[in-house]
């Protein structure tokens, strides 16, 4: 198994900036993908951004040009830090990593979620 915890959420005015962690641990061999997701209250749980073990990184329109996600791997944690904040950026954020087994299956692991409120 492996385990997520998630560090760094809060509340912030709009145009605040914020920066979350995730630091991986228990059965880590393995693990490429890792990423940020975040789910507003009654909406869909949506991609926010991943980053390969090799540093290549992906972003929602949305938060283009405002987030920037980041890892070291030595230590197995991946950031997430968070700039010129918007009221709909609030929501519950989540850390997700993905481990390839000896067989070539993808097992996806989640953390328990940080809560993100960013006021008007």
């Known amino acids: 198994q492996v385990q997520l915890v998630e560090s760094g959420g809060g509340l912030v005015q709009a145009g605040g900036s914020l920066r979350l962690s995730c630091a991986a641990s228990?059965?880590?061999?393995?693990?490429?993908?890792m990423g940020w997701y975040r789910q507003a209250q009654g909406k869909q749980r949506e991609l926010v951004a991943t980053i390969s073990s090799g540093g290549s990184t992906k972003y929602a329109d949305s938060v283009k040009g405002r987030f920037i996600i980041s890892r070291d791997n030595a230590n197995n944690t991946v950031f997430l830090q968070m700039n010129n904040l918007k009221p709909e950026d609030t929501a519950v954020y989540y850390c997700n990593a993905i481990r390839v087994t000896y067989g070539g299956s993808r097992l996806p692991y989640w953390g328990q979620g940080t809560q993100v409120s960013v006021s008007s």
């Open positions: 228990g059965y880590i061999s393995g693990i490429n993908a």
